[in-house]
């Protein structure tokens, strides 16, 4: 099985966008799978057969695009609209690097 490991990090909105059709024309024209990985929530729902959400090692949910824009899950929610606010902080400001890295606070 041949795998390809295509790039979409970025692209502007227009060159995503025509990437992301042309894996779904080549999937269904040839009669591949694709997964692709991606924080592009948009561009991946309206390509995609199936869509899981994976958050900490987890699967958080799975099923069909629309299946998944329904979730009732907070989390799933959050990541689907990008709200701030929700069961997933936002952590800004950060605290200083040696102090996230090593556990401790910075003297």
Sequence with gaps: ???RDLRFAGQDPITLGVL???VRTLNDALGLT???VSHSVEEVLSI???VFVVSEKKVLE???PQAIQQSRSEYVQQF???KPDGPVKFHYPAPPIAEDILGAAVR
């Design 48 to 50: 995609a057969d199936d």
């Design 80 to 82: 689907l609209t990008g």
């Design 62 to 64: 799975h099923g069909t």
């Design 1 to 3: 099985m041949a795998t």
């Design 20 to 22: 992301m059709r042309l």
């Design 34 to 36: 694709s997964i692709v």
